[in-house]
């Protein structure tokens, strides 16, 4: 016996990785709804890499009655209106949108760091996953701040276009065009030229000067991992298609050196370590394109503080960062409290994913 699915905003990137994502991690589904607006009511979407397309229905006359579980990737907006009919209804929402992040009756869960604060979910009915970039960076400091307590984190992101959508996607690629053929790349979505450029500005100013993604980072891995945590970010739109990555300078309260923090992260759920301390002994956001894991690379003391450590992180944002959070979650949902058919364990696939690419 299996799961009845909704995903919400099946036709956005987001939602067709959910899709994708379900079918490669064999959900348990009996039965599975796509919706979105009305603009692509009938239209079609294909379920993974299998031969099966899903008819596209509209969200706004969608009866949520007797569905288990719908996940949504549709904006804060439209989460507003839906979220809470689904979850009155009895349908557990996993929200992609910020809305409801910082309430404090709704989880905000990475699987491999805060699997305990999903018993929360009851009290709304609704479980948050965090912004793209506190998702890959916690699963990178929860195993280091388990063994010597982290004390402060300053973080520079280097986010891909994507994270703005498939709007970012084609601008992108469309002033890139002009700039090889000599046409004008006049900026439409971003507030400067992003190809061959960098943009220090995601999201709005707050009056201190940080933008709210910033300001993300840092209330979302303090909800996450503790409030004790000092956290300060630079986020940096650059023109990379799909893949997020960041550099993290961290201080602990204890002792740790690299080769012991290597040691940690070749055995955390969720990381693979590539770090060979020669040409290209790393990873760089092509090589994460499609790949289930975060990926640590570079990792090396810092000579500037007392008991610090330098990283490098990267990560497919549409998969940890927001659709594969998405699907763990509602795995770790299954296990803990809706207990039909067989769900996957903790670390099951992923690891074996993980493998794979250390093959390759």
Not at 119 to 139: E, F, H, L
Request: aromatic share 8%.
């Amino acid at each position: 016996m299996g799961y009845r699915i909704v995903v919400a905003g099946a036709t956005g990137n987001v939602g067709r990785e959910m899709l994708n994502i379900l079918a490669e991690r064999e959900f348990p589904i009996d039965e599975i709804a796509v919706l979105a607006s009305s603009r692509s009511q009938g239209d079609m979407v294909d379920f993974g890499d299998t031969d099966r397309q899903l008819k596209v229905q509209n969200i706004e006359y969608f009866d949520w009655a007797g569905w288990d579980i719908a996940l949504f990737a549709i904006g804060s907006e439209a989460t507003a209106v839906y979220a809470p009919k689904a979850a009155a209804a009895g349908c557990v929402v996993i929200d992609n949108s910020s809305l409801y992040r910082m309430d404090p009756d709704v989880p905000l869960i990475v699987p491999e760091v805060n699997p305990d604060a999903i018993d929360g979910y009851t009290r709304r009915n609704i479980i948050a996953n965090p912004n793209c970039s506190t998702a890959q960076m916690v699963v990178a400091l929860k195993p280091l701040h388990d063994a010597a307590t982290i004390k402060r984190v300053v973080v520079s992101t280097y986010q891909s276009v994507s994270g703005a959508g498939k709007q970012g996607m084609d601008e992108l690629f469309e002033q890139s065009r002009n700039i090889f053929v000599g046409d004008p790349a006049e900026p439409r979505l971003f507030t400067k030229q992003i190809a061959f450029n960098v943009i220090p500005h995601i999201d709005v100013f707050l009056d201190d000067g940080f933008t709210k993604e910033e300001w993300k980072m840092v209330v979302e891995t303090k909800k996450i991992m503790g409030p004790k945590i000092k956290i300060v970010a630079t986020c940096v739109r650059v023109p990379v298609f799909v893949g997020h990555s960041e550099a993290l300078a961290i201080e602990f309260e204890n002792e740790i050196s690299a080769v012991e923090a290597q040691n940690i992260l070749r055995e955390a759920p969720g990381i693979m370590l590539i770090d060979k301390r020669e040409d290209g002994g790393y990873i760089t956001p092509v090589e994460c394109v499609g790949e289930f894991a975060t990926f640590v690379s570079r990792v090396r003391e810092d000579p500037t503080v007392e008991n610090g450590l330098i990283l490098w992180c990267v990560s497919d944002n549409l998969r940890k960062g927001a659709a594969l959070n998405a699907v763990q979650i509602a795995e770790l949902l299954g296990r803990r409290h809706l207990k039909k058919g067989d769900m996957i364990e903790d670390g099951a696939n992923f690891d074996d994913a993980a493998d794979d690419d250390a093959d390759d």
